[in-house]
T-cell receptor, first 115, second 113 residues
Framework: NAGVTQTPKFQVLKTGQSMTLQCAQDMNHEYMSWYRQDPGMGLRLIHYSVGAGITDQGEVPNGYNVSRSTTEDFPLRLLSAAPSQTSVYFCASRVRGRSFTDTQYFGPGTRLTVL | AQKVTQAQTEISVVEKEDVTLDCVYE???????LFWYKQPPSGELVFLIR??????QNEISGRYSWNFQKSTSSFNFTITASQVVDSAVYFC??????????FGQGTELSVKP
């Protein structure tokens, strides 16, 4: 198993550009999520999905869209990039959709800079 | 509201010293899970431990140990005889009833030779 994979590893955007961060997992996990990591703030939940076709907002959803058409993929779309979205983005997954007991496993992260 | 506080932003120790990373949490749930993750300089997040709210036994794994105390809402992490390879940012996290992970701000540990 490759686990959780994310592409790209690094990205530089100009203000106003849009892009999609890719996340995939090959473990048949129901739950997938996106976090952003900013200095001094830990990781904050952007969006999550408890299964294919189901998505919901986390703590900081503004400026981001997600969809979950397959179990494997959970892309994160930046609609119109802003400097405040400069961050490191992590995708994570866990086995069961609606469970607070399962461990979440994280991808390697995408470092995004918005100029 | 659910909250995790890691009051120590940065800790610096010399190799072979013992070091404890503090984690205090707030939750209204009676059943919950606590986690520790390690983020080495390479940037990935590595799962270290999961503990449920009904199990207050301390856990030891090699040089790592965890002390869970419900009475003080704390889940502290101790590294014994620290090594340079332990240098990383460590995150404590709380899993609430809906399954969302709430992270603390992280503690950056620097172990100097």
């Amino acid at each position: 198993n490759a686990g959780v994979t994310q592409t790209p590893k690094f990205q530089v955007l100009k203000t106003g550009q849009s892009m999609t961060l890719q996340c995939a997992q090959d473990m048949n996990h129901e739950y997938m999520s996106w976090y952003r990591q900013d200095p001094g703030m830990g990781l904050r939940l952007i969006h999550y999905s408890v299964g294919a076709g189901i998505t919901d907002q986390g703590e900081v959803p503004n400026g981001y869209n997600v969809s979950r058409s397959t179990t494997e993929d959970f892309p994160l779309r930046l609609l119109s990039a802003a400097p405040s979205q400069t961050s490191v983005y992590f995708c994570a997954s866990r086995v069961r959709g609606r469970s607070f007991t399962d461990t979440q496993y994280f991808g390697p992260g995408t470092r995004l800079t918005v100029l | 509201a659910q909250k995790v506080t890691q009051a120590q932003t940065e800790i610096s120790v010399v190799e072979k010293e013992d070091v404890t990373l503090d984690c205090v949490y707030e939750t209204r749930d009676t059943t919950y899970y606590l986690f520790w993750y390690k983020q080495p300089p390479s940037g990935e997040l590595v799962f270290l431990i999961r503990r449920n709210s009904f199990d207050e036994q301390n856990e030891i794994s090699g040089r790592y140990s965890w002390n869970f105390q419900k009475s003080t809402s704390s889940f502290n992490f101790t590294i014994t005889a620290s090594q340079v390879v332990d240098s990383a940012v460590y995150f404590c996290a709380l899993s609430e009833a809906e399954g969302k992970l709430i992270f603390g701000q992280g503690t950056e540990l620097s172990v100097k030779p």
